[in-house]
């Protein structure tokens, strides 16, 4: 019944930046953790960083990416920065009521935004 539509994803250069955008339907946004995940080719579907009561990132992206959100505007926001070819992938924005499950087992999903970094 959360309906979650990302957007802002396209082909950029290493080390360029992005900015991904993930807007939400229901009053209640502000009681939902969310996060971002993403997918490359051939591989496994991965956490890359939440927001609930505090942000936390994936190794792989810590120092490089942002996670913040509007609540006022049911908005989530992914500042992609210093990217690198790794970094293309499908962008998945997801959230869940309960903190704990929101970075591993979320129960709502997007469809997903297309990010390629080229070389």
């Known amino acids: 019944q959360v309906r979650l539509v990302e957007s802002g994803g396209g082909l950029v250069q290493a080390g360029g930046s992005l900015k991904l955008s993930c807007a939400a339907s229901?009053?209640?946004?502000?009681?939902?953790?969310m996060a971002w995940f993403r997918q490359a080719p051939a591989k496994e579907r991965e956490f890359v960083a939440a927001?609930?009561?505090?942000?936390f990132y994936a190794d792989s992206v810590k120092g490089r990416f942002t996670i913040s959100r509007d609540n006022a505007k049911n908005i989530m926001y992914l500042e992609m920065d210093s990217l690198k070819p790794e970094d293309t992938a499908i962008y998945y924005c997801?959230?869940?009521?309960?903190?704990?499950?929101?970075?591993?087992?979320?129960?709502?999903w997007g469809q997903g935004t297309q990010v390629t970094v080229s070389s």
């Open positions: 229901g009053r209640t946004f502000s009681d939902y953790a």
């Open positions: 927001s609930g009561w505090s942000v």
């Open positions: 997801a959230a869940d009521p309960l903190w704990r499950r929101v970075a591993s087992n979320p129960t709502y």
